[in-house]
């Protein structure tokens, strides 16, 4: 209305309205090695996600590439390509039982769910305790809200501060129906150059960092949240109990692997055992003299004799066979005329 007074922001770390981030977001970051060969810098990084992702136990996470073609970026589009991203991560993460998703399938299925069933909550079942990863670009969550995340996860260069404050926000939000933000966690997993402008933004846009080397185990974001807020959410013990049972699978699956390459172990010492020299026949069960080449294997004066039971039983039986006789052919009657009248032609042989 005309003439209203304008609310009072208190948000901001520090209450004086310098930032739209809730107060309690917990913002970390975890350096990794700066290197030239893009490959080798892929791996690197995308080793510590993983180590991360699996550290914060978070139920959802956002996982968010920041990168630009521009002159002067850190890294290009290329460098951490959705494709390639997504396809590390569900290997890696395949065995903990986290599931990988792309954010456009996502809002694929939230948006169906939407039509069908009037309901929202971008596709995840209230009752969906399970963990799941979702891969965007910086660029492609702009205008989109994602439900019930817990932590967000960076890589590459944000640039400026108004896209870091843009990806951090996405989680801690407000949800309808809560008095108050429910807590969330933004890890940047970059390299220190990158890492020195992250400080630099939160110095003036009112929040703080805290590094936590990847030599350590990094926080759940449950642990995070209770040291915040001073409260363990509830859905912290739903997520802690299907992540011992995630865990509890992974030990059978790692116990029965161990048990197949103890077989197959077991199976090449039998099939070894099959092969050793057999001292009576002179030669491997196989036949072969595989690894016997250049040794000299005692010999019998009466070796270099053939005998019978030297030769193969095939041989024997074709060699000791009597030899087959040819049928007898009678002359045909024109033939026998011809012996007793002046022959005026051939005679031939009747088959």
């Given at each position: 209305?005309?003439?209203?007074?304008?609310?009072?922001?208190?948000?901001?770390?520090?209450?004086?309205?310098?930032?739209?981030?809730?107060?309690?977001?917990?913002?970390?970051?975890?350096?990794?090695?700066?290197?030239?060969?893009?490959?080798?810098?892929?791996?690197?990084?995308?080793?510590a996600?993983?180590?991360?992702?699996?550290?914060?136990?978070?139920?959802?996470?956002?996982?968010?590439?920041?990168q630009d073609?521009?002159?002067?970026?850190?890294?290009?589009?290329?460098?951490?390509?959705?494709?390639?991203?997504?396809?590390?991560?569900?290997?890696?993460?395949?065995?903990?039982?986290?599931?990988?998703?792309?954010?456009?399938?996502?809002?694929e299925?939230?948006?169906?769910?939407?039509?069908?069933?009037?309901?929202?909550?971008?596709?995840?079942?209230?009752?969906?305790?399970?963990?799941?990863?979702?891969?965007?670009?910086?660029?492609?969550?702009?205008?989109?809200?994602?439900?019930?995340?817990?932590?967000?996860?960076?890589?590459?260069?944000?640039?400026?501060?108004?896209?870091?404050?843009?990806?951090?926000?996405?989680?801690n939000?407000?949800?309808?129906?809560?008095?108050?933000?429910?807590?969330?966690?933004?890890?940047?997993?970059?390299?220190?150059?990158?890492?020195?402008?992250?400080?630099?933004?939160?110095?003036?846009?009112?929040?703080?960092?805290?590094?936590?080397?990847?030599?350590?185990?990094?926080?759940?974001?449950?642990?995070?949240?209770?040291?915040?807020?001073?409260?363990?959410?509830?859905?912290?013990?739903?997520?802690?109990?299907?992540?011992?049972?995630?865990?509890?699978?992974?030990?059978?699956?790692f116990?029965?692997?161990?048990?197949?390459?103890?077989?197959?172990?077991?199976?090449?010492?039998?099939?070894?055992?099959?092969?050793?020299?057999?001292e009576?026949?002179?030669?491997?069960?196989?036949?072969?003299?595989?690894?016997?080449?250049?040794?000299e294997?005692?010999?019998?004066?009466?070796?270099?004799?053939?005998?019978?039971?030297?030769?193969?039983?095939?041989?024997?039986?074709?060699?000791?066979?009597?030899?087959?006789?040819?049928?007898?052919?009678?002359?045909?009657?024109?033939?026998?005329?011809?012996?007793?009248?002046?022959?005026?032609?051939?005679?031939?042989?009747?088959?």
């Amino acid at each position: 209305a005309a003439g209203a007074e304008m609310p009072k922001v208190a948000a901001g770390q520090y209450g004086d309205g310098s930032s739209t981030l809730p107060l309690d977001t917990v913002h970390t970051i975890r350096v990794v090695e700066q290197m030239e060969n893009s490959e080798a810098r892929f791996g690197l990084v995308m080793e510590a996600v993983v180590k991360t992702i699996v550290e914060l136990k978070a139920r959802r996470t956002l996982l968010v590439t920041c990168q630009d073609d521009g002159p002067g970026a850190l890294y290009s589009r290329g460098d951490f390509g959705m494709a390639a991203v997504s396809g590390y991560l569900q290997f890696a993460l395949a065995d903990y039982s986290i599931e990988v998703e792309n954010v456009l399938r996502v809002v694929e299925k939230a948006s169906a769910k939407v039509w069908t069933s009037g309901g929202a909550d971008d596709g995840r079942k209230a009752d969906d305790d399970g963990q799941e990863v979702i891969v965007a670009a910086k660029n492609q969550i702009r205008g989109i809200h994602l439900a019930g995340l817990e932590a967000v996860v960076l890589i590459g260069d944000p640039a400026r501060s108004q896209d870091y404050v843009h990806c951090a926000g996405r989680t801690n939000r407000m949800m309808p129906g809560k008095t108050r933000t429910m807590g969330g966690i933004c890890v940047s997993v970059v390299s220190e150059r990158v890492a020195e402008e992250i400080c630099k933004f939160g110095s003036y846009e009112g929040f703080q960092t805290r590094d936590v080397p990847l030599s350590e185990v990094h926080p759940s974001v449950w642990d995070e949240i209770e040291r915040v807020t001073g409260s363990m959410p509830k859905e912290a013990e739903k997520v802690q109990k299907v992540i011992r049972k995630n865990q509890q699978k992974r030990e059978v699956k790692f116990r029965a692997q161990a048990l197949v390459l103890d077989s197959i172990s077991s199976q090449e010492g039998l099939v070894a055992f099959e092969r050793a020299f057999d001292e009576k026949e002179g030669a491997f069960a196989d036949g072969s003299q595989e690894g016997w080449e250049d040794q000299e294997m005692p010999k019998d004066d009466d070796d270099d004799k053939e005998t019978p039971a030297s030769r193969p039983a095939g041989q024997r039986a074709k060699e000791d066979a009597p030899p087959k006789r040819r049928p007898e052919r009678r002359p045909s009657a024109s033939f026998l005329r011809a012996e007793e009248e002046p022959a005026t032609g051939i005679g031939a042989w009747d088959d």
